[in-house]
């Protein structure tokens, strides 16, 4: 069975090109630049040649060429263009439609292809910071709109958690030469987007610091054992979804309260629900952090 999208709806384009659907109608009209199906009512439906087409297409549009010229280039001239104008300023954007079209054909092949492509340009660092980032951000953009369904979310956020995880390994081999403090990465009950915490994980490593991933959905109770074993911890709490922004506050003054005062713990916060902590709560050992860029600044 064929579990792949392969028909969008025009306002399905619109959100995976950015495009206005009524400038794509005009192209669409003015220049025959796509080709879409009608349903028995007159509705348009594009299939993934289309989609593939209108991104390149965008890409061209953007680096300066008008719809005019490209309406006339041959079928195959298009993606030859793209791959010949790719500069650094375009490449980012390329590799976002990459990867877009990856999760669309659910394609690991094209995923790795892209990944690869621009490994040999930059360091994993940019790629998430520049590439992967904006990448997730359109991703929860496009799954809010039903334009993909949680299949393909999975299916993406799996292949990049790959690509952490195994940079990760390599800095894990290594002796950490920061001693001061230890990082605890965890996220509350209830909380499942592991991903920002993966590579939090990541940054830390690469700092020199030693870290204790614990992953997702860990009591609080549980973390207060975790100070047997180790002194001077900076617990890492990312918070997506839970707790919800009702008990955000409670939970951080709960965990706080399961340590002594006299213990030489930092607490810090990060994630879309940290904006409603109390700022009362903060201190120096407390704090909460608007984006990971914002963190790892502070490390």
Same mark, same amino acid.
Request: aromatic residues 12%; hydrophobic residues 40%.
């Given at each position: ?72 280039? %041959? ?5 030859? #263009?793209?791959?010949?104008?790719? $500069?650094?300023?375009? /490449?980012?954007? *390329?590799? !976002? =439609? ?35 980032? %904006? ?5 929860? #953009?496009?799954?809010?709109?039903? $334009?993909?369904?949680? /299949?393909?979310? *999975?299916? !993406? =956020? ?58 997702? =959905? ?82």
């Amino acid at each position: 069975m064929n579990i792949v999208k392969n028909t969008f709806s025009i306002k399905d384009l619109e959100n995976l090109s950015g495009i206005k659907a009524h400038t794509i109608r005009i192209w669409e009209k003015r220049y025959n630049i796509l080709e879409p199906m009608r349903t028995e009512t007159n509705i348009r439906l594009y299939d993934l040649e289309n989609l593939q087409k209108l991104l390149n297409i965008t890409l061209l549009h953007n680096y300066g060429y008008k719809i005019s010229k490209i309406s006339k280039f %041959p079928k195959d001239k298009i993606p030859s #263009l793209v791959n010949e104008i790719i $500069t650094e300023k375009s /490449a980012k954007s *390329h590799a !976002i =439609s990459s990867f877009k079209m990856a999760m669309m054909n659910f394609d690991q092949t094209l995923f790795f292809k892209t990944y690869n492509d621009l490994l040999s340009e930059k360091s994993f660092r940019e790629i998430f910071y520049e590439v992967f980032i %904006p990448l997730i951000q359109e991703i929860g #953009l496009l799954w809010q709109t039903d $334009t993909i369904t949680p /299949a393909h979310e *999975h299916f !993406i =956020s799996y292949l990049i958690k790959q690509k952490v995880l195994i940079n990760t390994e390599e800095l894990q081999l290594k002796e950490p030469i920061k001693n001061d403090k230890i990082f605890i990465l965890y996220l509350p009950l209830n909380e499942i987007h592991e991903l920002g915490l993966m590579y939090l994980n990541y940054e830390i490593l690469y700092s020199g610091y030693k870290t204790i991933y614990l992953g997702e =959905s860990v009591p609080v109770e549980n973390l207060k054992d975790i100070a047997k074993y180790f002194e001077n911890i900076t617990f890492v709490c990312y918070m997506t979804v839970e707790p919800n922004p009702n008990e955000v506050n409670d939970y951080v003054e709960k965990l706080i309260n399961q340590f002594e005062p006299k213990d030489s713990n930092d607490f810090w916060f990060i994630g879309r629900m940290v904006e409603n902590i109390n700022p009362k709560l903060l201190t120096n050992n407390i704090r909460r952090f608007e984006s990971i860029a914002d963190l790892t600044y502070s490390l």
